[in-house]
């Protein structure tokens, strides 16, 4: 199994621009999870889907954050327009039957 | 809410014991833990269900209390590839995640 696969791992973009970030969850796994985590703030849970569905997006910073799941097998968040702020790792985690979240590797975003 | 973790970071020599707390203010359905080492992704160690806990490894186990709304991940004779950062994660029972701000773990030849 590949486990969860994020893509571009690296992103750097300079304030304004959208910025999407990918994600793949592990084959068979019904839930997918987005966070972000700063030095700040810690790990913090922007949105997650149940069977594609958005079933809480409280942790989504503003308007500028957007996610969206067509699929079971893809899931983008969007940035659009990025600030420096918004510099920080994001993580995209699925869960199945067990409720065990694997994590992917990551994307490290960079706002210039 | 986020759980609160404590304590916030421990220093350990090899095969010294270590206990990291997690509480809620919130009713808890599960308690997860996660170790997360520098640049890469946290990784799952256990997950304890109200009503019951299990135990992911030999010598890292964990406790849930659901009556005072806390769990303690406990490691046991700890050796070099325990250092990182560990996090609590709950779900209380409106399936709502919230992770703790972490643990930072330095095990020490």
């Known amino acids: 199994d590949a486990g969860v696969i994020q893509s571009p791992r690296h992103e750097v973009t300079e304030m304004g621009q959208e910025v999407t970030l990918r994600c793949k969850p592990i084959?068979?796994?019904?839930?997918l999870f987005w966070y972000r985590q700063t030095m700040m703030r810690g790990l913090e849970l922007l949105i997650y889907?149940?069977?594609?569905?958005?079933?809480?997006d409280s942790g989504m910073p503003e308007d500028r954050f957007s996610a969206k799941m067509p699929n079971a097998s893809f899931s983008t968040l969007k940035i659009q327009p990025s600030e420096p702020r918004d510099s920080a790792v994001y993580f995209c985690?699925?869960?199945?039957?067990?409720?065990?979240?694997?994590f992917g590797p990551g994307t490290r975003l960079t706002v210039l | 809410q986020q759980p609160v973790q404590s304590p916030q970071a421990v220093i350990l020599r090899e095969g010294e014991d270590a206990v990291i707390n997690c509480s809620s203010s919130?009713?808890?359905?599960?308690v997860h833990w996660y170790r997360q080492k520098h640049g890469e992704a946290p990784v799952f160690l256990m997950i304890?269900?109200?009503?019951?806990e299990q135990k992911g490894h030999e010598k890292i186990s964990a406790s849930f209390n659901e009556k005072k709304q806390q769990s303690s991940l406990y490691l046991t004779a700890s050796q070099l590839s325990y250092s990182g950062t560990y996090f609590c994660?709950?779900?209380?029972?409106?399936?709502?995640?919230?992770f703790g701000s972490g643990t930072k773990l330095n095990v020490k030849p």
């Open positions: 889907f149940n069977n594609n569905v958005p079933i809480d």
């Open positions: 985690a699925s869960s199945g039957l067990t409720d065990t979240q694997y």
């Open positions: 084959s068979g796994h019904n839930s």
């Open positions: 919130k009713a808890l359905y599960s």
């Open positions: 304890l269900l109200k009503g019951g």
């Open positions: 994660g709950t779900e209380d029972s409106f399936n709502k995640f919230y």
